[in-house]
């Protein structure tokens, strides 16, 4: 079985400031990794996706998130937000090779302040 | 726009109640997911369907249940209605090919059910 865990539930920053959003995992088998944005009153929308490959992938809206296998994280980042970036992040896993359904992490709600 | 369509938009009902929701997923996919985010538990995968038929199971309750119809639409019944059932349901669909690459979920707007 998959876990995902997201370390802050919120985090607040300033527009144009860079932002970091931790998200780490737990599977015994091999993974993909993704990350959704939902925004307010709307559904999931897939910013970026770790498949193989080059570790460090890059996303839709500048998003871009890095993945460590040692340390089971995927972390991702944006260098400069904005206030249209206010959501909801959900990191999630799904199995190499098994049932495509995603496993989700709480989500960290992203603010940007002016 | 996703391409996957949710109908009712909003649900609300009351206690020991049954409902249908019901998706429509993008033109082509072949595959439906069921979603439920709520407070306490978050977003968690219910049930997968295929081309008609049940291709893994989550942490669906034996009150709940699903089915997808020739013409690829699903539908979610959920019945004797509890308040803890109060949630988002999203419909996510995937046209489920052999590469990785070419199965992203796609998520619909989600069913708001309220359960009074």
């Known amino acids: 079985a998959q876990s995902v865990t997201q370390l802050d539930s919120q985090v607040p920053v300033f527009e144009e400031a860079p932002v970091e959003l931790r998200c780490n995992y737990s599977s015994s088998v091999s993974v993909y990794l993704f990350w959704y944005v939902q925004y307010p009153n709307q559904g999931l929308q897939l910013l970026l996706k770790?498949?193989?490959?080059?570790?460090l992938v890059k996303g839709i809206n500048g998003f871009e998130a890095e993945f460590n296998k040692s340390q089971t994280s995927f972390h991702l980042r944006k260098p400069s937000v904005h206030i249209s970036d206010t959501a909801e992040y959900f990191c999630?896993?799904?199995?190499?090779?098994?049932?495509?359904?995603?496993?989700f992490g709480k989500g960290t709600k992203l603010t940007v302040n002016p | 726009d996703s391409g996957v369509t949710q109908t009712p938009k909003h649900l609300i009902t009351a206690t020991g109640q049954r409902v249908t929701l019901r998706c429509s997923p993008r033109s082509g996919d072949l595959s439906v997911y069921w979603y439920q985010q709520s407070l306490d538990q978050g977003l968690q995968f219910l049930i997968q369907y295929y081309n008609g038929e049940e291709r893994a199971k989550g942490n669906i309750l034996e009150r709940f249940s699903a089915q997808q119809f020739p013409d690829l639409h699903s539908e979610l019944n959920l019945s004797s209605l509890e308040l803890g059932d109060s949630a988002l349901y999203f419909c996510a669909s995937s046209a489920l090919k052999a590469s990785p690459a070419d199965n992203e979920q796609f998520f619909g707007p989600g069913t708001r059910l309220t359960v009074l």
């Open positions: 770790y498949l193989s490959g080059s570790t």
């Open positions: 999630a896993v799904s199995e190499q090779g098994g049932s495509e359904k995603l496993v």
